[in-house]
């Protein structure tokens, strides 16, 4: 059975930081790309970042300089440092495993960017 679980979520204030953790389960992790996803309430959800297999990152124009997405393929998990929040970061992140036609989500971890 494939897992993959989101954590770090929570509330901060605007300039403030949160690092969310993908812990994966039950797939060969370092083959897999991994990406993180926020969907915003009534919104579709939308891209963040993406790790590969190999280690390049690349981030969406809203994030960029902003977060960081790194991995630890010992301990079968991804990250992401989200530094400098803002109150449009609020929504749901989720993490997405990828191997050719494979593809895995996680359950999602709310981040709410608020004073």
Known sequence: QVLL??????LVQPGGSLRLSC???GITFRFYAIGWYHQAPGK???WVATISAAGSTNYADSVKGRFTI???NAKNTVYLQM????PEDTAV?????RLGDRDYWG???QVTVSS
Request: overall charge neutral.
């Open 44 to 46: 579709q959800r939308e």
């Open 5 to 10: 679980v989101e954590s770090g979520g929570g």
């Open 107 to 109: 359950q999602g971890t």
């Open 83 to 86: 530094n400098s929040l803002k």
């Open 70 to 72: 790194s991995r630890d």
């Open 23 to 25: 812990a994966a389960s």
């Open 93 to 97: 992140y989720f993490c997405n495993a």
